[in-house]
């Protein structure tokens, strides 16, 4: 369905064989094991103070210290009302765990599913859930690119859009994505219908017929 690998994503307290910890941020293991084929571990306790470690690592750090960085430093939001709406539209990870795995296959085992893709790809994809009539997606303005690897897991019958936040694409995980690059997530179950409709849809790879031509 896309150009790249999908990524499942599972959330454990054991690190697997074959897997080794590195110090990619959420953003930057997405991209490489996507475009690298390479499984990646981080681990969720490691004190490293970002939006990854807030909202998916779901680390101790106080909700003041994300809403100052939003307002003071960011300048995402004017006022610390709009910054708490914010943070109570994202949520957090729900799954506590000592590790997050990366793995550049489709697992029907892992937590969550992630495609790198285009307006075109997605468009295709997006057209694959409307055969099962899935026409609500999630989209949250100004997500951090993080929110892909555990929106899924609060709105399991949706597909989550993300289009990778400015301070990933500019900063933290610069030239790891191209500029039309972004994000699409969702369970492994849902991904797995997707794959069937893809046989039977026009979205896929089944071909209209009984139509004019303009």
Same mark, same amino acid.
């Given at each position: 369905? @896309? ?5 499942? &994503? /599972? ?10 910890? @590195? ?58 009302? @709009? ?34 893709? %285009?307006?075109? #790809? ?36 949706? &597909?989550?859009?993300?289009? &990778? ?33 893809? /046989?039977?849809?026009?979205?896929? %790879?089944? #071909?209209? %017929? ?5």
């Amino acid at each position: 369905m @896309t150009n790249h690998r999908p990524v499942s &994503i /599972t959330f454990t307290q054991e690190l697997p064989s074959g897997f080794f910890c @590195t110090d990619d941020l959420i953003p930057t293991a997405i991209a490489r094991t996507s475009k690298t084929n390479t499984p990646i571990a981080l681990n969720c306790r490691r004190r490293i103070f970002s939006a990854g470690g807030y909202f998916a690592h779901s680390q101790d750090f106080e909700r003041r210290l994300i809403i100052e960085t939003y307002i003071n430093n960011e300048h995402v939001f004017p006022d610390e009302e @709009t910054a708490n709406i914010f943070l109570q539209l994202v949520g957090r990870n729900p799954k506590k765990s000592q590790y997050i795995l990366f793995m550049p296959k489709y697992d029907i085992k892992s937590d969550v599913v992630i495609l790198l893709v %285009n307006a075109s #790809k997605a468009s295709k994809i997006l057209g694959l859930s409307a055969y099962y009539g899935l026409f609500d997606v999630d989209v949250v303005p100004a997500a951090p690119t993080c929110a892909a690897i555990f929106r899924p897991l609060i709105e399991p019958n949706r &597909i989550h859009i993300n289009f &990778i936040d400015y301070f990933d694409r500019e900063y933290q995980a610069k030239g790891c994505f191209e500029e039309e690059e972004f994000l699409v997530s969702m369970r492994p179950a849902l991904y797995k219908k997707l794959c069937v409709a893809f /046989t039977k849809s026009a979205h896929g %790879n089944s #071909k209209p %017929n009984g139509l004019p031509i303009y």
